[in-house]
């Protein structure tokens, strides 16, 4: 019940998924001094609303609990500058040119390291260090996969790839699934793209059903969700203060400009961030909000 004192902000007539214990769903919620106040109908948040509260009419669009990627390491940011970068290629050509690119540019560096490669561009005898003698033949060069645990040398396929992340496997067996980019592993790593993935365990865009890696391993649109909101937060130890949208928590939430619950879910990664809020201030807000 309001007390009389009115809120800051109020998301109106939206769809909220609040991640609750009881996955309750809402239409409207009201934030005061950086907590969320009221969680309910629209009607119900009308006596919040003063002279001074901002209120966003979300029309439909969808209100969250704010992403948390629960693992990532953030310090490897530092060596972007002095290593070169392959995450965003796709070919045993294209890392080839860049670390040739990288070597021209940069005649002071004594050893060249580097991360990003993807085991799929080879085939299954791997990478060859004649590859990189071609174009490199100074010094020595250093390259790990995009998945952390390979170098150059070392080759981890198909099979491996049907047997990483069984989400599946591990929610039988009871375990909090917590969801992460693993950064820089992913990267990009937006976290719809990470909801889609987990949902359809195959790339964007693949319609051949025999490109789903370990079909036995999806899980649902609600536990990839809650993977990267509660459970998240459960696994910084802050489940009581964020992670689902509950009175008295803190107001920390995404606006998206689809419902995922009503598009298909090789939809999902298409969709956009509009708005996203920590503690109740908006550290990003897209001009159609």
Request: aromatic share 8%; glycine share 8%.
């Amino acid at each position: 019940m309001n007390t009389g004192i009115k809120a800051d902000l109020v998301l109106q007539n939206g769809s909220v998924y609040t991640v609750d214990k009881q996955c309750h769903r809402a239409k409207a919620v009201a934030v005061r001094d950086k907590v969320i106040a009221y969680v309910g109908d629209t009607e119900g948040v009308q006596e919040f609303i003063g002279p001074n509260t901002e209120v966003i009419d979300l029309a439909g669009k969808m209100l969250l609990p704010g992403f948390i990627d629960s693992h990532a390491h953030a310090s490897a940011t530092i060596n972007e500058d002095d290593s070169v970068m392959l995450y965003h290629l796709d070919s045993k050509e294209a890392y080839v040119s860049a670390v040739k690119s990288f070597a021209e540019i940069h005649p002071e560096i004594e050893v060249i390291y580097g991360n990003g490669w993807n085991n799929e561009a080879f085939p299954p005898q791997g990478p060859l260090k004649e590859d990189l003698d071609a174009v490199v033949t100074d010094r020595p060069v250093s390259l790990m996969s995009n998945d952390g645990h390979s170098s150059w040398a070392k080759y981890l396929g198909r099979e491996r790839a049907e047997k990483e992340y069984p989400l599946k496997s591990f929610q039988d067996a009871g375990v909090t699934l917590a969801c992460a980019s693993d950064y820089p592993v992913q990267v990009p790593s937006p976290p719809l793209l990470a909801i889609q993935l987990g949902i359809t365990r195959c790339i964007p865009g693949e319609t051949d059903p025999n490109e789903i890696l370990g079909p036995d391993e999806r899980i649902s649109l609600e536990d990839m969700i809650a993977g990267y909101t509660i459970n998240g937060a459960y696994a910084n130890f802050v489940e009581n203060e964020t992670g689902s949208i509950e009175v008295g928590k803190k107001a920390d939430m995404v606006v998206l400009d689809r419902n995922l619950f009503d598009i298909p879910e090789t939809e999902i990664a298409d969709t956009n961030v509009l708005m996203t809020l920590f503690e109740g201030k908006a550290n990003y807000r897209d001009a159609a909000l």
